[in-house]
C-alpha cells in the first residue's frame, strides 16, 4: 500500500480547514493522506504587530523547513501569506478554487455612526486604505485567529475590526454586524488556497495538478506578479485584485502611504490568455508614475519599525 501524503499545516482553526479541503480533495482521488500540524512563528509572537517582526514568511518558513527536511510532502497555505520568492527547491504545485476575496467589518452597530472611531487590523495595508477613506478614525493594532480576534473587539471599547470575508466563511462564523469593504482592495492572492511541494516530488505534482483552478492560478500568479515587481512583502500595504471576465483579465492594482496621505493605483484590461507578465506591466505602469519613492519610504518606516 503506497505511503500517505502527509499534508502539513499551521495548526490554527482556520489553516486546519484549508489543509482539510485539500485533503478532501485528494481522498476523493483515491490517495491516502495524514495531516501534520504545526505552531509558526507568527502564530507564537503574538506580542507585536507583524509588520514589526521583521521577517518574510512570518507564516510559512517552519513549513518551508519540514518540507525540505522531508519531514513532510507538501504543505498547504493562504498563499496571500507566502512570499513571492519561494525557498530554493520548493514551487506551487496546486491553488484551489477562489473564495470571496472582500474584506469585511465586523462593528458594533450604531457605533459607526460616530465621527471619530477605533478601527482594529493587523495588516498595513487594511490599515492605509481605511485612514485614506476615514482620516479621522484611529487605526490599532489586533493579533490572533480569526475566532481569537472577534473575541478581542467584544471585549474591547473599538468600534470595529476588519477581517477577510473568506476566514469568516470558511469558519461558519455569522457575526451579528457585518459590512463588506466592497471599496477596498484586497492583497495580492487573498482568498486562495495554495499547496507548496519539492520541486523533486514529480508524481505528487501531477497528482495536484489534479486539483488545481487554472483561472485562479492565473489571476493570482499576476497579483503575485504585481507584489514581487514593486518589492513589496506579505505586509507591505499594497492591494490587488485580477478577475477573469469572458476572455479579459481585468486588473486593479494600489500602494499607499501607510497613513493613508499617498495613493497611486493603477488599472489594465488584458486578454485572458496574453503572456504572463502582465502583473509586471501594471506594476511599471505604477512606478513609472512615481510609486517608487513611495515604495522606499515605506520600507524605511518599516526598518525603523523593527529595530525598536
Partial sequence: MAEPIRI???????????????????????HRTELVPVKSEGDLKLDKPLYALGITGVFTKVLDMALLEGKIDIAVHSMKDVPTQLAVGLEALAVLPRASTLDVLVHKGDRLNKPQRTIATSSLRRKAQWLAKYPNDTVVDIRGNVPTRLQKLQDSDWDGAIFAQAGLERLGLAPEFVEPLTWMLPAPAQGAVVVLGRQDQRQIAQTLRQISDADTERCTWVERQFLRTLEGGCTAPIGALAQIEGDQLLFKGCVHALDGSQLYEVTE????????D????????LLAQGADD??????????QTTQE
Avoid: N
Avoid at 24 to 29: D, G, I, R
Avoid at 278 to 285: D, F, S, V
Avoid at 294 to 303: C, E, F, S, T
Fill in 269 to 276: 484590461a488584458f486578454g485572458k490568455t496574453d503572456r504572463y
Fill in 278 to 285: 502582465m502583473g509586471c506591466k501594471a506594476a511599471t505602469e
Fill in 8 to 30: 502539513g499545516t499551521r495548526d490554527s482553526t482556520l489553516a486546519l480547514w484549508q489543509a482539510e479541503a485539500v485533503q478532501q480533495a485528494l481522498e476523493a482521488l483515491g
Fill in 294 to 303: 513611495l515604495i522606499a519610504q515605506i520600507k524605511r518606516q518599516m526598518r
